[in-house]
């Protein structure tokens, strides 16, 4: 079966027309607003609800038909016309599981900013192997901070993505565990 450059990467269910992608990007705008053309491409693609190609296209579309704009920040908004046409055809022409499954994708998009500005994670070839320097900071200042050595690049990768996902709770549990009682005098 030959492969469509426009519906290629996009999962049973997904969206496949312009109309359909169009009215996507306009809901999720005005529902999980302020989002960047970085998260929209994160979220929508992460979960395939849409082509690369046609979400590219499909965002140029709306800022020409005046339906979205986006800001000096590369912040989309929605306009009166564009929450106009989503509150009028959203509901019809996009599945409720489409709407849900890239609202949530956008959050954790949306979230993965957040939180990679505050946990940082940096790998350094060493030696044999690698190190992770992992470090969360707080309104400027460093708060904790701790180095990993790791055997492969590809560990190590992981390591830096999971400690930006989890580096709180991470340092929760070290906190914790070096402030708790242990019932020794």
């Keep these: 079966m030959a492969s469509n450059a426009f519906t290629s990467g996009v999962k049973p269910g997904g969206l496949t027309s312009s109309s359909e992608v169009r009215m996507l990007l306009c809901y999720l705008i005005k529902t999980a607003a302020p989002l960047t053309r970085q998260e929209i491409e994160q979220a929508l693609l ?5 082509n ?7 965002l140029s579309d709306l800022e020409a038909q005046g339906l979205a704009t986006v800001s000096g920040g590369g912040v989309y908004s ?8 989503t509150d009028e055809l959203g509901f019809d022409l996009l599945p409720r599981s489409v709407r849900e499954t890239a609202v949530r994708a956008a959050l954790r998009a949306q979230q993965w900013v957040r939180k990679s500005a505050q946990h940082k994670a940096e ?9 992770v320097h992992c470090s969360i900071r707080e309104l400027g200042k460093p708060v904790f901070s701790m180095d990993l050595s790791l055997p492969d690049p590809f560990t190590a990768e992981m390591v830096k993505t999971a400690f930006v996902e989890k580096g709180d709770a991470l340092y929760a549990l070290v906190l914790n565990a070096l402030t708790e009682c242990s019932g020794k005098d």
């Design 123 to 131: 790998i350094e070839k060493a030696g044999e192997g690698y190190t």
């Design 52 to 58: 690369y190609f046609e979400l590219a296209s499909n």
């Design 78 to 85: 929605i306009t009166p016309k564009g929450a106009a046409v």
């Design 46 to 50: 992460s979960e395939q609800l849409v």
